[in-house]
């Protein structure tokens, strides 16, 4: 199978499959080359697949790094800092080859828009970096929407062997596309706040939360949540800002919105250099919450999360 390189520095083909034996036939050779190649090679798939290529390789597995997507990259605005280019980072100088599937059947519709975001953003993220992605698409099990923005997210798809240089690939697109209001319920606790209110607004969430379920290391993450967001909300985003929370399910749900303009698609997606002195706020946010989503519009900026109780 080609690797969809062509000589290029970054390459971010789709592999559209169909049952495991298209997938091992797309996702093991890849992972051979790559190591014949001597390139940093890299596996992120959901565990069953991840066990599939393990046996596929084999013994020339040792070369390969190994994670399961549905843990790593449970929130998707974690996998480009925390697995795509901290992988690659940590091979500076050395072509990777990673495989990352980060859309699969069981992501909810609430998830899926920060999904098909992380897959347009990953071209930004890498730009000229000597790489190669591949994002395998269970085809058969997939929705038809799904597979269409896979060819908007990808400039090449590989379908049946065969390498397609993709008519549609737009991510700014896509990026707008999904760029939607966020719609809260009428029963949301909620606080306007400003510069003086930092701590009470720290108090009223951790307050809410813990009425609601949350406890524990889950009540700690929030709380650095809503500490990282309502600073940047006063320090960025107009001097005031207004935080929601209320459940869903068996998450507990919590936004800040602001008079800020999120200008930087990559904000929070980025990694953060040793001797950066601020701008990690998003990225710490994205780390412990299990979902992200955002939006942004011309006069405000909204940020939501989810932390499962």
């Given at each position: 199978?080609?690797?969809?390189?062509?000589?290029?520095?970054?390459?971010?083909?789709?592999?559209?499959?169909?049952?495991?034996?298209?997938?091992?036939?797309?996702?093991?050779?890849?992972?051979?080359?790559?190591?014949?190649?001597?390139?940093?090679?890299?596996?992120?798939?959901?565990?069953?697949?991840?066990?599939?290529?393990?046996?596929?390789?084999?013994?020339?597995?040792?070369?390969?790094?190994?994670?399961?997507?549905?843990?790593?990259?449970?929130?998707?605005?974690?996998?480009?800092?925390?697995?795509?280019?901290?992988?690659?980072?940590?091979?500076?100088?050395?072509?990777?080859?990673?495989?990352?599937?980060?859309?699969?059947?069981?992501?909810?519709?609430?998830?899926?828009?920060?999904?098909?975001?992380?897959?347009?953003?990953?071209?930004?993220?890498?730009g000229e970096r000597e790489?190669?992605?591949?994002?395998?698409?269970?085809?058969?099990?997939?929705?038809?929407?799904?597979?269409?923005?896979?060819?908007?997210?990808?400039?090449?798809?590989?379908?049946?062997?065969?390498?397609?240089?993709?008519?549609?690939?737009?991510?700014?697109?896509?990026?707008?596309?999904?760029?939607?209001?966020?719609?809260?319920?009428?029963?949301?606790?909620?606080?306007?706040?400003?510069?003086?209110?930092?701590?009470?607004?720290?108090?009223?969430?951790?307050?809410?939360?813990?009425?609601?379920?949350?406890?524990?290391?889950?009540?700690?993450?929030?709380?650095?949540?809503?500490?990282?967001?309502?600073?940047?909300?006063?320090?960025h985003g107009g001097g005031?800002?207004?935080?929601?929370?209320?459940?869903?399910?068996?998450?507990?749900?919590?936004?800040?919105?602001?008079?800020?303009?999120?200008?930087?698609?990559?904000?929070?997606?980025?990694?953060?250099?040793?001797?950066?002195?601020?701008?990690?706020?998003?990225?710490?946010?994205?780390?412990?919450?299990?979902?992200?989503?955002?939006?942004t519009a011309p006069d405000?900026?909204?940020?939501?999360?989810?932390?499962?109780?």
């Amino acid at each position: 199978m080609s690797t969809a390189t062509h000589g290029e520095p970054f390459a971010h083909p789709a592999l559209f499959y169909r049952g495991e034996e298209q997938y091992t036939a797309g996702t093991v050779p890849f992972l051979r080359d790559g190591l014949a190649a001597g390139e940093a090679v890299a596996v992120a798939v959901p565990g069953p697949r991840l066990e599939l290529i393990r046996a596929g390789l084999g013994s020339s597995g040792a070369g390969v790094r190994f994670l399961d997507m549905t843990e790593v990259g449970r929130n998707p605005g974690r996998i480009i800092p925390g697995v795509l280019r901290a992988f690659a980072d940590s091979h500076s100088g050395r072509r990777v080859r990673i495989i990352g599937e980060p859309i699969w059947p069981g992501r909810t519709a609430v998830e899926y828009p920060a999904c098909v975001q992380h897959e347009a953003l990953i071209n930004a993220a890498f730009g000229e970096r000597e790489a190669t992605i591949l994002c395998p698409y269970d085809a058969d099990r997939l929705e038809p929407q799904v597979l269409a923005d896979a060819w908007a997210t990808h400039p090449v798809v590989i379908d049946e062997d065969r390498e397609l240089p993709s008519e549609a690939y737009d991510p700014q697109r896509v990026i707008a596309r999904y760029n939607k209001p966020l719609p809260y319920p009428p029963g949301a606790s909620t606080l306007a706040f400003d510069t003086g209110d930092l701590p009470k607004a720290r108090w009223f969430a951790v307050q809410e939360a813990e009425r609601l379920g949350l406890a524990g290391a889950r009540l700690q993450d929030l709380t650095l949540a809503v500490a990282e967001l309502t600073t940047n909300s006063v320090l960025h985003g107009g001097g005031s800002g207004t935080l929601r929370i209320w459940a869903e399910g068996e998450q507990i749900v919590c936004e800040v919105q602001d008079h800020g303009r999120l200008s930087d698609p990559l904000a929070g997606r980025r990694p953060a250099s040793r001797d950066q002195p601020g701008g990690r706020g998003l990225l710490l946010v994205h780390y412990v919450a299990d979902l992200v989503r955002l939006h942004t519009a011309p006069d405000s900026t909204t940020i939501r999360f989810y932390l499962a109780r």
